[in-house]
Structure formats: structure tokens, C-alpha cells
């Protein structure tokens, strides 16, 4: 009992009520924009989606407090080839949507493997930046394997046709600039 309690007393609360009544007014926001009055509730309407959506968005943040602090450093690499799977399979298999190819319909939701792999790109950096061997920048190899954490993908996306997405990728060379590239 006392290791949940650590958890919770380690918790920004006001950082998670700030995130918690942005959600809910965006929830709102589209609720109000989509509403039909003669409609009933729908979770295949879109304010029905994002409702469950946000729903399976606290499960998942719920599930990350309670993880152990290694766990996400195991996976991350993982998480990162896995997503790189994705990018390709969309590549095959996706749906077209807005003149790009990079949504996986899945019944009545669509799903975009760039936004994971945003997260993914940022977990494996974090995990080489972290490694005890890990010299920056005087290492060119290591120059090499993050250039491609960062370039791989976004060309991926970019033979998708979503340059929008691929242009994000170009904001992880800040943290490279942050850790010493000059």
C-alpha cells in the first residue's frame, strides 16, 4: 500500500487537472459543433469517437503510472520497430484519406501510425542518450544511428504523401542541438 501511495504523491495535480479540463472542453467543443438535435448519443458520431477515445487515452495513462521506471526503456526499441512495421504495412494497406495514404481503417475508427511513432522516435533516443557508452557528438556512429531514428520515418511518412506529419520529425534536431551537434 505504501509503494501506491508514493506513486500518487509524485503526481503534478495541477498539471493533470489543466490536461483534464483541456479535454473536456475540447470534448465539448466538438459535441457542441456535431451535435443533431433529433440525433441520439452515438459513439459512431465524432463526438462519440472522441469521447471514447479520451476514455481509452486515461486507461492508457492510468496503465503508465503504474508501470516501473525500467520497463519503458526495455520496450522502447521495440515499440520503435514495431511502428516502423506499421509505417510500412499503411504503405500496402492503408486508407486514403486527404490525398495520403497513412490511416488503417478499423471499423468505424481510423487509426495513424506517424502520431505513435512520434513517441516511439523519442523513447529510443532517450534510451541511447541514456546508455553509459553513449558519447555525443564526438562519436560519428552515433550521429549515424540517430540521424536515422529521425530520417527513416519521416521518410516513410513522406512516401505516404503526409509531409505535415514527416515536417514534426525535423523538431528532434533541436534535442540533438540540446546534447551537444553543433
Known amino acids: 500500500m505504501a509503494e501506491k501511495s508514493k506513486i500518487f504523491?509524485?503526481?503534478?495535480?495541477?498539471?493533470?487537472?489543466?490536461?483534464?479540463?483541456?479535454?473536456?472542453?475540447g470534448w465539448l467543443n466538438i459535441y457542441s459543433s456535431?451535435?443533431?438535435?433529433?440525433?441520439?448519443?452515438?459513439?459512431?458520431?465524432?463526438y462519440g469517437k472522441q469521447l471514447l477515445m479520451i476514455g481509452v487515452n486515461l486507461i492508457f495513462l492510468i496503465a503508465v503510472f503504474f508501470l516501473e521506471g525500467h520497463i519503458i526503456p526495455t520496450i522502447s526499441y521495440y515499440l520503435f520497430a514495431f511502428l516502423i512495421i506499421l509505417l510500412i504495412a499503411?504503405?500496402?494497406?492503408?486508407?486514403?484519406?486527404?490525398?495520403?495514404?497513412?490511416?488503417?481503417?478499423?471499423?468505424?475508427?481510423?487509426?495513424?501510425?506517424?502520431?505513435?511513432?512520434?513517441?516511439?522516435?523519442?523513447?529510443?533516443m532517450a534510451k541511447i542518450f541514456g546508455n553509459?557508452?553513449?558519447?555525443?557528438?564526438?562519436?560519428?556512429?552515433?550521429?549515424?544511428?540517430?540521424?536515422?531514428?529521425?530520417?527513416?520515418?519521416?521518410?516513410?511518412?513522406?512516401?505516404?504523401g503526409d509531409t505535415g506529419s514527416a515536417l514534426v520529425f525535423s523538431a528532434f534536431i533541436f534535442v540533438l542541438y540540446r546534447q551537444g551537434l553543433p
Open 34 to 46: 456535431a451535435y443533431v438535435e433529433s440525433s441520439e448519443f452515438s459513439f459512431g458520431s465524432r
Open 90 to 124: 499503411v504503405l500496402f494497406f492503408g486508407d486514403v484519406t486527404g490525398g495520403s495514404r497513412s490511416w488503417f481503417k478499423i471499423g468505424a475508427f481510423k487509426l495513424q501510425p506517424a502520431e505513435f511513432t512520434k513517441l516511439a522516435v523519442a523513447l529510443a
Open 9 to 25: 504523491d509524485n503526481i503534478d495535480w495541477i498539471t493533470i487537472g489543466i490536461y483534464l479540463s483541456l479535454v473536456i472542453i
Open 132 to 160: 553509459d557508452n553513449f558519447r555525443f557528438p564526438g562519436d560519428v556512429r552515433n550521429i549515424l544511428i540517430l540521424g536515422s531514428l529521425i530520417v527513416f520515418p519521416a521518410l516513410l511518412i513522406i512516401m505516404q
